[in-house]
């Protein structure tokens, strides 16, 4: 059973940064993509970032420009660096995991508070 563990949560002003980091306890080079998801209160979950074995990305439009997922292989980490953060990115964050299309594990989130 694959673990991930996400870190790098907290309350920051509208306007800051925050850098999220998922451990894996495997390796994550076997996974086809590992994405960063949130749900903020009354709201579905959402995709906000993905990153394939190969290193493509992709971000939702809502944080493009903003937001910046990278792995690092050999930590077993991937990394959402969110900048310029706004009070509408307060949600609870999480990394998932996913060997093909759909996501097989996932972490146990990660609040992130914007204050206005």
């Known amino acids: 059973q694959v673990q991930l563990v996400e870190s790098g949560g907290g309350l920051v002003q509208a306007g800051g940064s925050l850098r999220l980091s998922c451990a894996a306890s495997?390796?994550?080079?076997?996974?086809?993509?590992m994405g960063w998801h949130r749900q903020a209160p009354g709201k579905q979950r959402e995709l906000v970032a993905a990153?394939?074995?190969?290193?493509?990305?992709a971000v939702a439009d809502s944080v493009k420009g903003r937001f910046t997922i990278s792995r690092d292989n050999a930590k077993n980490t991937v990394y959402l660096q969110m900048n310029s953060l706004k009070p509408e990115d307060t949600a609870v964050y999480y990394c998932?995991?996913?060997?093909?299309?759909?996501?097989?594990?996932w972490g146990q989130g990660t609040q992130v508070t914007v204050s206005s």
């Open positions: 998932a995991a996913a060997y093909y299309k759909d996501y097989n594990y």
């Open positions: 495997e390796s994550i080079f076997k996974f086809n993509f």
């Open positions: 990153i394939s074995s190969g290193g493509n990305t």
